[in-house]
């Protein structure tokens, strides 16, 4: 079956630090992969996407991230965080059952950042 | 755009009462989810339709939970009779060739 694993259920970081997010999946076929953030209160926002190409994906406020096949992996990545950065994170899966397209989660990171 | 239109936005009822979560899709997409959201679980996928048919509903967890699209702007998603466990965020999300667009949510509480 189709999975999403973070590695991180909590982390927290001073303002400037530098994040990492670990996101592995387990899906066979062709994948879609997603990043997506909820801020306090609020609903699920993109913050960038996979579908092909060059495996290193930028997306919206300074993030990016890295597709790397072989390790089943799309880490999520930024140089220097900011106390609005403070959110939940999202890990997120596009598979393919049945000739049909789902969206799998993560359990998701919660991100602190203190000033 | 409107995006996708969740309503209510809140709802809080009793236990044992019937809750109907409301969405509009976006028009034109293909695909419309319904999720839930609690500490304890995550965001779980319920059911998704496809061309306003059920395609999976593995996820709904009980007979009490049943999912309508009757047309491709409107589906409704309830809970009868609802329990206390039911509290959570009930997100609804659709998409067109994988960009998914989430609702803003209906925060249940069942008291």
């Known amino acids: 079956a189709q999975s999403v694993s973070q590695h991180n259920h909590h982390v927290i970081l001073s303002e400037a630090a530098s994040l990492e997010l670990g996101c592995n999946y387990s899906?066979?076929?062709?994948?879609?992969l997603f990043w997506y953030v909820q801020y306090p209160g609020q609903h699920l926002q993109l913050l960038l996407k996979?579908?092909?190409?060059?495996?290193l994906v930028k997306g919206i406020k300074g993030f990016e991230a890295e597709f790397i096949k072989s390790k089943f992996s799309f880490n999520l990545r930024k140089p220097s965080v900011q106390w609005s950065d403070t959110a939940e994170y999202f890990c997120?899966?596009?598979?393919?059952?049945?000739?049909?397209?789902?969206?799998?989660f993560g359990a998701g990171t919660r991100l602190a950042v203190h000033p | 755009d409107a995006g996708v239109i969740q309503s209510p936005r809140h709802e809080v009822t009793e236990m044992g009462q019937e809750v109907t979560l409301r969405c509009k899709p976006i028009?034109?997409?293909?695909?419309l989810f319904w999720y839930r959201q609690t500490m304890m679980r995550g965001l779980e996928l319920l059911i998704y339709?496809?061309?306003?048919?059920?395609?999976?509903d593995s996820g709904m967890p009980e007979d009490r939970f049943s999912a309508k699209m009757p047309n491709a702007s409107f589906s409704t998603l309830k809970i009868q009779p609802s329990e206390p466990r039911d509290s959570a965020v009930y997100f609804c999300?659709?998409?067109?060739?994988?960009?998914?667009?989430f609702g803003s949510g209906t925060r249940l509480t069942v008291v």
């Open positions: 999300a659709s998409t067109k060739r994988s960009s998914y667009t």
């Open positions: 028009s034109g997409h293909d695909y």
């Open positions: 339709f496809n061309n306003n048919v059920p395609i999976d």
């Open positions: 997120a899966v596009n598979a393919r059952s049945g000739g049909y397209n789902k969206l799998i």
């Open positions: 899906y066979g076929g062709t994948v879609n």
């Open positions: 996979y579908f092909s190409g060059d495996p």
